[in-house]
C-alpha cells in the first residue's frame, strides 16, 4: 500500500468552512516556528496580523516578532480569482502566490526570496492551512530549494477574544421586590 499524496479535495466536505476573507478580517495573532529538515527547531516567532477586505482584495499586513529580537514585516495581497481560488502578492514573494481553498483547508504555493545570514535565498512554500472548530487555524508549510525539502514551519492562527464585560452594580445584585 503506498502514500497518495494529500489533496485539497480531500477536504470539500469538513467542517468549518474556511474563507479567508472572513477568517482574516479584522486582528490576527500567530505563533510559529521553523524545524529544518533534520527536525531541529531553528527559530522561533509571533505574527500579528491586520486583515482588510476590500474590492475583492484580501490584504494582510504581517508583522513578525522572532525570539532572537529580530522583526520583519510582510504585507500580503490576495485577490479572489473565483469562488474558492486566490492570487497573491508580496514585496518579498517572486511571481504570484497561488491558493485554492476546500472546506476547512486552504493551500497556497509561492516562491520566496529568504533572507539567510548574509544571503538570500530563493525558496518555495507549499502552505496548508486548516480551520478548526472554535477559530484556531493550524498551518503546515513545506520549504524547499531546488527541489529538495530544507524544513517545516508550523504555526496556529487564533482571533482575539472578545472583551470580557463586567456586569454592572445594579446586575450583580438585583434588588428585591416589596411583594417578597
Known amino acids: 500500500m503506498g502514500c497518495a499524496p494529500m489533496k485539497l479535495s ?4 469538513t467542517p468549518p468552512v474556511l474563507v479567508l476573507e472572513d477568517y482574516f478580517q479584522g486582528t490576527t495573532k500567530a505563533w510559529g516556528f521553523f524545524e529544518d529538515r533534520f527536525g531541529t527547531v531553528r527559530r522561533q ?5 491586520a486583515g482588510t ?13 522572532y525570539a ?5 514585516r ?7 480569482t473565483g469562488e474558492t481560488t486566490y492570487e497573491g502578492l ?12 476546500a472546506g476547512n483547508a486552504f493551500r497556497f504555493q509561492y516562491t520566496l526570496n ?16 486548516f480551520l478548526q472548530p472554535g477559530g484556531v487555524m493550524l498551518n503546515k508549510a513545506t520549504v524547499s530549494r531546488w527541489g529538495i525539502d530544507i524544513g517545516r514551519v508550523t504555526l496556529s492562527f487564533a482571533k482575539p ?3 470580557i464585560t463586567q456586569p454592572s452594580h445594579q446586575d450583580a445584585h438585583p434588588q428585591t421586590s416589596a411583594a417578597e
Do not use: Y
Open 74 to 80: 510582510r504585507v500580503w495581497h490576495l485577490t479572489k
Open 45 to 49: 516567532f509571533t505574527v500579528d496580523i
Open 68 to 72: 532572537d529580537g529580530a522583526k520583519e
Open 161 to 163: 477574544a472578545p472583551p
Open 114 to 129: 529568504l533572507p539567510v545570514g548574509e544571503s538570500t535565498w530563493r525558496v518555495n512554500f507549499d502552505d496548508w492551512m
Open 10 to 13: 480531500d477536504f470539500n466536505d
Open 90 to 101: 508580496a514585496q518579498d514573494v517572486i511571481g504570484v502566490a497561488k491558493g485554492e481553498r
Open 53 to 65: 477586505w476590500e474590492n475583492n482584495i484580501l490584504t494582510l499586513d504581517e508583522h513578525f516578532s
